[in-house]
């Protein structure tokens, strides 16, 4: 069994292929070579940045095809922008369109995000937050519910499809942070920065055959 880490240029490439290295004896692959992605038996899909530049990179490398190949016949794992440009579309850097995997659309925090008590909070979000697990799945085996993982982000995801939504988490206001369907899971966080809550993650992926 291999592990397939993409290498698009974008990511916490080392941090995610460290930690996946830490729970697996399976060969973990960094690899933009789309023969290695499509003979992986899982795929990691990391990423971090402005989504235009995500998808401009993708393109670059020539990736765009085995990305969407891989979320739909593998065991297939989102990461931060991993995660974003899975859905249709983001308002950042005034719009850019996505993979289109899934509905939905990536919108901004605001300038003027505030708390239940009405104080003002920055944005990005960044640091340690619960994630609520709003329905069950493989990967959040042995992972208490509201556990806290790591989050980086100005930008979340916003979907009407109920079905799609695995994990919320509250900054300001609730916001999907997790989506999962058939073999594709992705979250907003980053479970390679998230202690034991975010290694256990990975190795329940390694461990997933693909079926909820």
């Known amino acids: ?6 290498d698009y240029g974008m990511g916490n490439l080392r941090s995610v292929t460290k930690a996946l290295e830490h729970v697996t004896t399976a060969p973990v692959r960094l690899t933009s070579d789309p023969e290695q992605i499509a003979a992986a ?13 995500c998808m401009r990179a993708i393109d670059d490398h020539g990736l765009r095809d085995s990305i969407v190949a ?19 579309h983001s308002e950042e ?20 995000l505030r708390d239940d008590n009405g104080q003002r909070l920055k944005v ?3 640091g340690w937050n619960t994630v609520h697990q709003t329905r069950a799945h493989p990967l959040w085996a042995g992972i208490d519910n509201d556990s806290r993982f790591y989050f ?14 695995i994990g919320h988490c509250h900054y300001g206001r609730g916001f ?3 989506i999962a369907r058939d073999n594709v899971f992705a979250l907003q966080c980053h479970p390679e920065k ?12 390694v461990n997933w055959n693909g079926q909820t």
Do not use: W
Request: proline residues 6%.
């Open 1 to 6: 069994m291999t592990v397939a880490v993409i």
């Open 124 to 126: 990005p979000h960044m």
């Open 176 to 178: 999907t942070c997790a």
């Open 152 to 165: 980086v982000h100005s930008y979340y995801l916003e979907t009407e499809s109920p079905d799609l939504e």
């Open 41 to 53: 038996e899982r795929v990691v899909f990391p990423g971090q940045g402005a989504a235009r530049d």
């Open 93 to 112: 850097n005034g719009g850019t369109d996505c993979l289109g995997l899934f509905p939905g659309a990536v919108r901004y925090f605001g300038d003027d």
């Open 194 to 205: 998230s202690a034991d809550a975010g290694l256990r993650l990975l190795e329940n992926f």
């Open 70 to 88: 891989a979320a739909r016949e593998k065991p297939f794992l989102g990461i931060c922008m991993g995660m974003q440009v899975l859905v249709e």
